[in-house]
């Protein structure tokens, strides 16, 4: 709370929730109505949102192995790495499967693509050309924006491409990143400190929050420890204990660790996963 008049614009709290010191954007220095309350900002109707927005061009022809396959290259690649797993099944799911005899030239189009097998060389006007083979990357820019690979592809050697369509790469991360900022906020409502932030500030928030998952027994904080982190029970069980003795369960929707993030104190209590448990 500010304690002057000169103070009013000054960030109201810092907050750490991903391990770095942060700080919320100051207020607007507009009066305008704060009809921006959480209220306003999410939709209380589902607290697991579906994505039917999403057109997914499903590719009946990908097998068990194939979709481990391509998991794992996206995993590596340095445009899915940071993606969730969420993303990645319904970029795998979107990912088709096209083969193409030696000598077949292909059309630029708004395509990434990766080698399953074979050999295809890749040019352009300003690079000589390059053999790309199996489990190999091409096409990324037309990820990143709607426009067209500039590139001359050539098959040199029978091959069997993955291909995922530009766009549909597009609205897939935007959707499921607009969808997981609108759960954020739900369950950031559930916590009384945040409830005086304006809208830019609970975005600001939302978008520093990061899922952890927790196995069965697993220890999420230790008694007597130093730690900078809230955590917001999204599914699961935890039980708490001081001592080692157990003195309260918390549920969907509870919360814990408050004190440390706003008050820098250590932690008063064990917490520990009962069930498969996400945060």
Known sequence: VPSNQSDKHKPIISINITNEKSKFP?????????ANTLSMAVSKTETNPTFKNIKLS?????NEIDK???????????????????ILNKIVLSIETKKYETGTELNTQDLFYIVKEGKVEVSTESNNPK?????ETFGELSLIEK??????????????????????F??????????ELKERLLFISYVPIFKYLNLIQLNFVASSMFKCEFNV??????????????FIIKEGIVACSKQEEV???LKVKDYFGENALLFNQKRSLSIYATTKTIC
């Open 68 to 86: 481990l396959t391509l998991k794992k290259i996206l995993n590596s690649h340095f445009l899915f790495k940071d993606k969730s797993q969420e």
């Open 217 to 230: 027994n697993q220890r999420i904080i230790n008694e007597g420890e130093t730690g900078e982190s809230l």
């Open 131 to 135: 053999i790309f083979i199996s489990e």
């Open 26 to 34: 100051p207020e607007p220095s507009t009066n305008k109505a704060k």
């Open 147 to 168: 426009k067209k690979n500039n590139i001359k592809i050539v098959i040199i050697e029978n091959a069997t491409l993955y291909t995922l369509q530009g766009e549909i």
């Open 170 to 179: 597009r609205n897939i991360v935007q959707k499921i990143n607009e969808s």
């Open 58 to 62: 499903r590719n009946t022809e990908l």
């Open 247 to 249: 003195i309260r369960n």
